[in-house]
């Protein structure tokens, strides 16, 4: 208790008219809490660039953004690829690992094989009216999804920053990823 | 079966699959006028529980019927608010 108490009156008011400032305060920072929780958010890292793999994180960062998501892809790796205007046109696809491709791995490693396979997976995309990486990747730009890459594997990968898709976000590290993901409702790893 | 709702907009992805029924139909609600329908017809089947499924997780939205006519899949979805 301190004994140096002014006169009690105006130590009333005063603190009344704090505790009715504090309580504005709260009610406003309460307020805008509540507007950040109804927000659904979504953060995807994507680590692949191999033409099958690019698909699931561009499909579920359309349908997301589709749901009303904040969406924020992030990109390392071979996950680059996708961002890549050029080399997201000709991704690949290979049957050597991939037990369950028809072609055994001693035969998928001829060279040349690897553009027999992704042939193959490209006519099936085609007939079957999929959408393309390129088409996924500019409707989800269209509609809000931040795409990031990584600067630490643009460097490695020796990427020029001007060959990405119009849009997206460069300089951007593992914090960055963390601090997005510590906010999402849906955090996956692809 | 539409001739219960008159039908603002309809929005034809046949031949299109996933993801790009969903996302057309959430863009295509986006630009009509609140209280109206969108008809969306697809041939993919996957669209049944995915329109349904979205319409559920999407505020604003409501999915007033879906049906099947042949190999066309119908859905009418109403702009709430």
């Known amino acids: 208790m301190s004994t140096d108490t002014p006169s009690a009156g105006d130590d009333e008011s005063t603190t009344e008219a704090q505790l009715q ?30 033409l099958d793999m690019a698909y699931p994180p561009l499909i579920l960062a359309s349908t997301a953004a589709a ?3 904040d969406v ?3 990109h390392t790796f071979w996950g680059l690829e996708i961002l890549h205007e050029e080399r997201s046109k000709n991704l690949k696809l ?4 991939n037990p369950n491709m028809p072609v055994p791995n001693v035969v998928g490693a001829i060279p040349g094989m690897d553009r027999v396979t992704t042939k193959m997976m490209e006519k099936r995309i085609n007939d079957n009216d999929t959408a393309t990486i390129q088409e996924l990747l500019e409707t989800s730009l ?17 990427y020029d920053e001007e060959e990405f898709y119009d849009g997206v ?11 997005d993901m510590a906010g999402a409702d849906i955090q996956l790893l692809v | 079966m ?28 986006d630009d009509i006028p609140e209280n109206g329908v969108l008809e969306v017809l697809s041939t993919d089947s996957g669209s049944m529980s995915d329109i349904d499924g979205w319409a559920q997780g999407t505020d604003g939205v409501e999915l007033l ?12 979805v109403e702009k709430t608010n």
Do not use: W
Request: net charge negative; proline share 2%; glycine share 8%.
């Open chain 1, 142 to 158: 269209d509609m809000g999804v931040e795409f990031q890459a990584c600067q630490m594997t643009i460097e490695l990968m020796d």
């Open chain 2, 65 to 76: 019927e879906q049906v099947e006519d042949g190999d066309v899949y119908k859905h009418y």
């Open chain 1, 21 to 50: 400032a504090r309580i504005e305060e709260l009610e406003e920072s309460v307020a805008k809490l509540e507007a950040d929780d109804e927000q659904k958010k979504m953060s995807i890292i994507a680590t692949k660039g191999t």
């Open chain 1, 67 to 69: 749901f009303g998501y």
């Open chain 1, 72 to 74: 924020t892809v992030f």
């Open chain 1, 169 to 179: 976000t460069t300089g951007v590290g593992a914090a960055t990823a963390l601090e």
């Open chain 2, 2 to 29: 539409s001739e219960a709702f008159d039908i603002t907009e309809t929005l034809d992805v046949q031949g299109e699959s996933c993801p790009m029924p969903v996302v057309k139909t959430k863009n295509a609600i």
């Open chain 1, 94 to 97: 290979s049957s050597v690992g």
